[in-house]
């Protein structure tokens, strides 16, 4: 979906409270303005160029903004791009460490955290780090084997992966000749071309076969050891910052130093899956859910990409088996794994000539039939608390209806969603007014020439408009948050047994509020991911 002036304020407003005003506004006019190079960047933002290379370095090493050659009249020329996913995720780490804990444990969790921390380290910084953490905690030293041992679990696990190229050269797209226009199943193949962003990143991206890949040899060389002794020494809760911008072509993996990163993708893919199987338990049976959690388990790293429409095919005995190693198995035969794999996938995918020949039965999940299911249940929810539940019936009625591309009048609406004839039109028009539902007007020609107002809702249309106040709401969110927290600074830097009388009351009000709007800032960004990155 398009990136709207709300969403752009809300990736500004995380930018502001992460690195301050100044990266804030440079990442602003990249977001706005679209690639710009060095020069461009410096005259738009009316800054130092001192100061936006500094910016630049601390986005680019925090994965924000990526770098990019492309070709001009004047010859190659390095430009920046926004990466704007990657900046949203900065308020979702919380989630992910929550996914790596669950599936790999606390000392893999403890890794990652200092990738999400510093955006892009070496395995010998990693290290580092993991070893200085265990001593200032206090805790039993994590031995240097086992630190080994678990960043090769992220890695096969894919929630670690190198750093993109650092300055990929950018080909123009095809050009296609002539304005043909598909017909038949063709149209519905047609892919939309890809944004600029998208073309950047998918440049950017190691070949597969490395993008995963440890090397036993030494990472660095010489001339680098200086660096990495230099981020040996620094204290835990330190950024890494770099004094020139060309010295490491923004911390990338030149002269062989090899960076890695946090996956964004894998960690949203599991989260994706995550609200499938809880869709699935919510509208099904455990059962259900368990199924599903095994072919997705199975079927993970087949996925080329987050928003895929189909689970990988999997025979039934591979699911069965996966089944069976599930901790959450409720001792399930297969005659109700297959019965469940039938509710989700309909009909199953046969390369054999019998259906019956199990070998030769293929399952995939409809993981967009549940998305959608989702998407659709988060706007009916919006509707019926703002307008009632005549409105929600009606926005059912149609919504439903909107795949057909059907227009229904206003009588029958009435008739169809149970609502009295002379409160639907008013309904209609509030829901009209707010870009819930789109209206046409129709001319009859009759004894009396007449109009006709006739309905449907434009899923699209509608779903990148909830998107967009949902990026609003975020936005006003984290500004009220930033108020709360300013107007109480005196009260929150005053020691706990310090805080008597109306103080304590402040505090206690406070809290209470952080904890509300934290809350609810979470609950929102569950939304906000199920419509831009689902």
């Known amino acids: 979906m398009t990136v709207t002036n709300s969403g752009i304020q809300y990736a500004v407003q995380i930018i502001t409270k992460h690195f301050g005003n100044l990266v804030a506004k440079v990442c602003e006019t990249l977001l706005k303005s679209g690639p710009l190079n060095l020069g461009a960047l410096i005259r738009s933002t009316a800054l130092t160029p001192q100061q936006v290379k500094n910016s630049l370095l601390i986005l680019v090493q925090h994965n924000c903004v990526q770098p990019f050659t492309q070709e001009s009249k004047a010859g190659l020329k390095v430009q920046y791009i926004a990466v704007y996913d990657n900046i949203l995720h900065r308020l979702r780490f919380a ?186 338990r919510a509208r099904h049976d455990d059962g259900a859910a368990v199924v599903l959690r095994a072919v997705l388990k199975a079927t993970r790293n087949q996925e080329t990409k987050v928003k895929t429409d189909y689970s990988g095919p999997l025979k039934m005995d591979a699911i069965y088996e996966e089944v069976m190693d599930s901790e959450a198995c409720p001792s399930l035969e297969q005659e109700c794994v297959r019965a469940h794999l039938r509710l989700l996938c309909g009909a199953p995918l046969v390369t054999g000539e019998y259906e019956d020949e199990n070998e030769d039965v293929l399952y995939s999940v409809d993981l967009k039939k549940i998305i959608e299911m989702l998407q659709n249940d988060e706007v009916e929810s919006i509707v019926l608390k703002r307008y009632g539940k005549d409105a929600y019936r009606i926005f059912r009625l149609l919504t439903s209806q909107s795949n057909a591309g059907r227009f229904f009048e206003t009588d029958k609406i009435s008739e169809m969603a149970l609502v009295d004839k002379k409160e639907t039109p008013k309904i209609l028009y509030k829901l009209w007014k707010d870009d819930y539902v789109h209206m046409e007007k129709l001319s009859l020609t009759a004894a009396k020439q007449s109009q006709v107002m006739v309905w449907k809702v434009h899923k699209s249309i509608v779903w990148e408009h909830v998107l967009d106040e949902m990026y609003h709401a975020a936005y006003n969110l984290v500004k009220r948050y930033d108020h709360e927290r300013e107007e109480n600074k005196e009260v929150t830097n005053t020691p706990k047994e310090k805080r008597i009388g109306e103080l304590e009351k402040k505090a206690n009000r406070f809290l209470a509020v952080r904890k509300i709007m934290a809350s609810s800032l979470l609950k929102l960004d569950d939304a906000l991911m199920l419509f831009h990155d689902f």
């Open 95 to 280: 989630k992910f460490l929550a996914v790596v804990a669950q599936e790999l444990g606390d000392e893999c969790k403890q890794l990652v955290a200092g990738l999400l921390e510093h955006g892009r380290l070496t395995q010998q910084q990693l290290m580092d780090r993991a070893d200085q953490k265990s001593k200032s905690d206090s805790t039993e030293v994590q031995d240097v084997s086992a630190a080994q041992e678990n960043f090769v679990r992220l890695v096969n696990a894919r929630f670690v992966e190198r750093c993109p190229a650092p300055e990929p050269l950018l080909e123009e797209p095809p050009e296609q000749e002539g304005p043909k226009k598909p017909r038949g199943k063709s149209a519905k193949m047609a892919q939309v071309p890809k944004t600029i962003e998208q073309r950047v990143l998918a440049a950017a991206r190691p070949m597969e076969s490395i993008r995963f890949l440890i090397t036993t040899e030494s990472e660095t060389d010489d001339p680098l050891q200086k660096s990495e002794n230099n981020f040996s020494s620094m204290g835990v809760g330190e950024k890494r910052k770099f004094d020139d911008l060309d010295s490491e072509e923004h911390g990338s993996n030149d002269k062989g130093v090899i960076l890695w990163r946090a996956n964004f993708e894998q960690f949203i893919r599991c989260l994706r899956h995550k609200a499938c199987i809880e869709s699935v």
